[in-house]
């Protein structure tokens, strides 16, 4: 009879062992939502990123990449906030209010590019714990940027004075900087520059390299404008559903934690980089003609783009923190990733 028992014992325990093992292995399946259109490399380098959470779990998580956008750039964030979709790629300053601190990223001549701002930028904004004060009802992924923002017009553009001839499609945190340039702005996402250039809407994008190609704009830009250490950059995020992450299995958020966080970053970072490498190949074999500001206009423009700064840290008093300190932190961090 004891024996009997014994079996029995050891039979459940089994049983309850597989049981968990079978859990701890389950196979999940996480959408995520985006806002760019197919031509764009960031489609490509998401699945790419997606494979590596597939390695990372075993195969047993992965992530089924919308085939057409469900909203615009604005209103990617709603999204995952709302359990529409599990995850997208989010961009702070399409949204002004709701991230702002993150966005100290976007400063003017800051970053050389995204391979070295971007983990610069996930380290700093991780060590000072800052997602606790801005993702509050979703979970930060992973953060990066895109290369230096770059001029590129249909004439040549090279000064200030040339520039406030120009109508200028901007977005995001490259509004007040056109415009304390003294440029026309045309605020417009991405995904319409092409049409607003065809139509003459504008004379000229703000934009990285990558766009370029990915918007299919190379053919009707002949001029670019290259800003040592960026015109500007933005800042982008992949964040997922709260509830969603809590239903992955212990091992599944892991795998998805390991492909996120610097890793991502550094991941993003490279693949815009090497976009901006492809499409500035692109430009220079269609005989278009690549300018870099010159010092001397550099000293101009400085002083006219030091309220970004200003309005930042204005921000980030708001907001409770120390401002002065947390940039002089996020510099230090580019600065040691660039050595």
């Not at 062992?17 to 959408?31: P, V």
């Not at 003609?289 to 200003?310: C, G, M, Q």
């Amino acid at each position: 009879m004891q024996r009997k028992s014994v079996a029995l014992l050891l039979a459940a325990c089994a049983a309850a062992t597989l049981s968990i093992g079978t859990a701890w292995a389950q196979k999940q399946t996480l959408r995520m939502a985006h806002w760019a259109g197919p031509s764009h490399h960031m489609v490509k380098t998401q699945e790419a990123w997606i494979k590596t959470i597939e390695e990372a779990s075993g195969g047993n998580l992965t992530v089924v990449l919308d085939k057409a956008p469900l909203a615009k750039p604005d209103g990617q964030y709603d999204l995952v906030k709302n359990g529409v979709r599990d995850m997208v790629w989010h961009i702070p300053g399409y949204t002004p209010g709701r991230q702002e601190l993150i966005r100290a990223g976007e400063m003017p001549f800051l970053c050389l590019n995204a391979t070295t701002c971007s983990p610069a930028l996930w380290k700093w904004y991780a060590k000072n714990k800052l997602a606790e004060k801005e993702f509050t009802d979703t979970r930060l992924l992973t953060v990066f940027m895109h290369g230096p923002g770059t001029i590129h017009s249909l004439k040549p553009a090279v000064t200030l004075e040339q520039l406030k001839d120009l109508k200028m499609r901007v977005g995001g945190s490259g509004v007040p900087i056109a415009k304390a340039l003294g440029m026309s702005v045309v605020s417009m996402p991405a995904t319409e520059a092409h049409e607003a250039l065809q139509r003459g809407t504008v004379d000229g994008v703000f934009f990285p390299w990558e766009a370029m190609d990915s918007f299919r704009l190379t053919e009707m830009v002949k001029h670019h404008l290259e800003i040592p250490g960026g015109l500007y950059t933005s800042v982008f995020a992949i964040i997922i559903n709260p509830a969603a992450l809590g239903k992955l299995t212990p091992a599944n958020q892991a795998a998805l934690m390991k492909a996120s966080g610097e890793a991502g970053s550094r991941f993003f970072g490279k693949a815009w980089d090497a976009a901006d490498t492809v499409s500035r190949d692109s430009a220079k074999k269609r005989g278009n003609k690549i300018d870099t500001l010159s010092a001397a206009e550099l000293a101009r423009w400085k002083p006219l783009l030091e309220f970004v700064r200003k309005d930042w840290l204005k921000k980030a008093k708001e907001l409770g923190v120390d401002g002065e300190k947390l940039l002089g932190d996020l510099e230090a961090e580019v600065k040691a990733a660039s050595s």
